[in-house]
């Protein structure tokens, strides 16, 4: 199943901060209580990483209110054998 990486920016200041975690944490979804956050950090973002089957169902994890702003990325992996030929069709290897 693909796994995507959901990132939520929200407002450096501290109540902006406190607003946007406990709408998280009151909106009821176990993956939206699980965010990672970087506020302590001074990166006013949340994260979360899940496996399901699109970019939108990922989105949907959400509470609407952070769903617009939210950037979804579909990560991925890679093998040496795939480097290599990549590699070697642009003349590397």
């Not at 959901?6 to 406190?18: D, G, K």
């Not at 998280?24 to 699980?34: E, R």
Request: hydrophobic share 40%.
């Amino acid at each position: 199943m693909p796994k995507f990486l959901i990132e939520v920016p929200h407002e450096e200041e501290l109540l902006a901060c406190a607003q946007v975690v406990e709408g998280f944490l009151n909106y009821g979804s176990h993956f939206a209580t699980k965010a990672d956050w970087g506020c302590r950090d001074g990166v006013h973002k949340a994260w979360i990483t899940i496996e399901t089957d699109s970019k939108e169902e990922a989105r949907n994890i959400l509470p609407p209110a952070y769903r617009a702003q939210a950037t979804i990325i579909k990560l991925n992996k890679f093998s040496m054998a795939e480097i290599d030929e990549i590699l070697r069709q642009h003349g590397k290897k």
